[in-house]
């Protein structure tokens, strides 16, 4: 740290993201990355904008927030296209906490959020998951505070339904209430059918895991026009060409493809409850995962432990050092070959 930081960043302690290893290969499962690459039309639409580059981007992004509005049955103004999600949360963060409106969200979810709170000065609170990892909706009812709860949560994998999320929207008219959909075409009911109801709701949605374009970076936010404003605002305020051109093209070639993308969703499904199996078998312990990776514990084994045994066998996984989860590892769900040789790799171990 140089002697010229800020003193309101000397507590900050960034977001660590997953390895991208660049010598050794791996088998990469740490990162919830799709084992699959995006469609041939992806490639081609970004081609064909790569000799514009001289002239900056929309900074509406006006035909992908189009294709995208489409697709979802909204307006265009109920939408906010980001680099990646990351992005749209940090506007959120930005735009509706303070230190008069803190944030609350589980103790085990995407340590994203707490990163968010400090770089933006927001106060928050944690509410402890129950033992079985399970998010107890009573505890963000009328809780007076803005909520973030990602659904289906990370790394635990589990849902809330529909009912238990409008009970926690509904009851907490006077806050912000985002729903983090990172994983949702992988399993569980999405929040989007609240939006006409609702001008508290925020939901956010990534083309990084189910639309293979984690290397372009590109998210979204969808709510009230008013929601969405506020947070153009932030977007305005600190870089209003957010979505480069060829991410904005590829963005338009993904949802073209949706049937490309579903149909790898399938295939990702079958090939994590096949190997979520086989664990139980093994006697490992698996949650109930409605995403794209498995949150595993090898009982007797630490998961430090299991993650360095895997990355021995040259399977790259993620574990955290943090209470309640230090038992764990969290393995992304790749190609059956790649799963395959987890699994062995994995009955070596044991
Ligand atoms: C991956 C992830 C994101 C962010 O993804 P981007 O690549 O920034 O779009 C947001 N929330 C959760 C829970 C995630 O797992």
Same mark, same amino acid.
């Given at each position: 740290?140089s ?7 000397? #507590? ?8 991208? %290893?660049? $010598?050794r290969?791996? /088998? ?8 699959? %690459? ?20 929309? %900074?509406?992004s ?25 992005? &749209?949360?940090? *506007? $959120?963060?930005?735009? *509706? ?10 103790d ?9 709170? !400090? ?7 944690? &509410? ?8 107890? %909706? ?10 973030? /709860? ?11 339904n ?5 009970? /926690? ?8 209430? &985002?729903?983090?959909?990172?994983? /949702?075409?992988? =399993? ?5 059918t609240?939006l ?24 979204? =936010? ?30 338009? $070639? ?5 049937d ?6 399938? !295939?990702?499904?079958?090939?994590? +409850?096949?190997? #979520? $199996?086989?664990?139980? +078998?093994?006697?490992?312990?698996? !949650? +109930?995962?409605? !995403? ?19 990355r021995?066998?040259? &399977? ?24 395959? #040789? ?9």
């Open positions: 740290m002697r010229f930081i800020s003193q309101k960043h000397a #507590a900050l302690t960034p977001y660590v993201p997953g390895e991208q %290893p660049r $010598a290969q791996y /088998i990469k499962l740490n990162t919830n990355e799709s084992p699959f %690459p995006p469609p041939r039309r992806v490639a081609d639409y970004v081609t064909a904008e790569a000799g514009q580059l001289n002239l900056y981007s929309d %900074p509406e006006a035909a992908l927030t189009r294709t995208v509005a489409d697709f979802y049955g909204l307006r265009p103004s109920q939408i906010l296209m980001t680099n990646g999600s990351d992005e &749209i949360l940090n *506007f $959120a963060f930005m735009a *509706f906490g303070d230190a008069s409106h803190p944030f609350v969200f589980p085990v979810t995407y340590s994203f959020y707490e990163v968010f709170c !400090t770089l933006n000065q927001v106060p928050y609170e944690t &509410i402890p998951l129950r033992e079985d990892f399970t998010i107890d %909706p009573a505890d963000f009812c009328g809780v007076r505070k803005h909520i973030v /709860i990602a659904n289906p949560n990370a790394p635990t994998g589990l849902v809330l529909l009912a238990d999320l409008e009970t /926690i929207v509904r009851t907490n008219p006077d806050n912000i209430v &985002i729903i983090d959909e990172a994983y /949702i075409d992988f =399993g569980g009911e999405s929040a989007l609240l006409p109801k609702y001008e508290n709701l925020l939901v956010t949605r990534t083309f990084s895991k189910s639309r293979s374009l984690a290397g372009a970076r590109l998210g979204f =936010g969808m709510g009230s026009e008013a929601l969405i404003g506020d947070l153009k605002t932030m977007k305005d305020s600190t870089n209003p060409y957010n979505v480069n051109r060829m991410t904005a093209a590829a963005g338009v $070639a993904a949802m073209e493809e949706n490309y993308y579903m149909d790898k969703v399938r !295939t990702i499904r079958a090939i994590r +409850d096949d190997t #979520a $199996a086989k664990l139980r +078998d093994m006697g490992c312990l698996v !949650t +109930d995962s409605h !995403t794209n990776f498995l949150f595993v514990e090898v009982p007797g084994l630490p998961g430090a432990k299991l993650y360095e045994l895997l021995e066998q040259g &399977i790259l996984v993620r574990q955290w050092n943090r209470p309640r989860i230090e038992n764990r590892c969290r393995v992304t769900v790749g190609t059956q070959e790649e799963m395959d #040789a987890f699994v062995k790799a994995l009955e070596e171990i044991k």
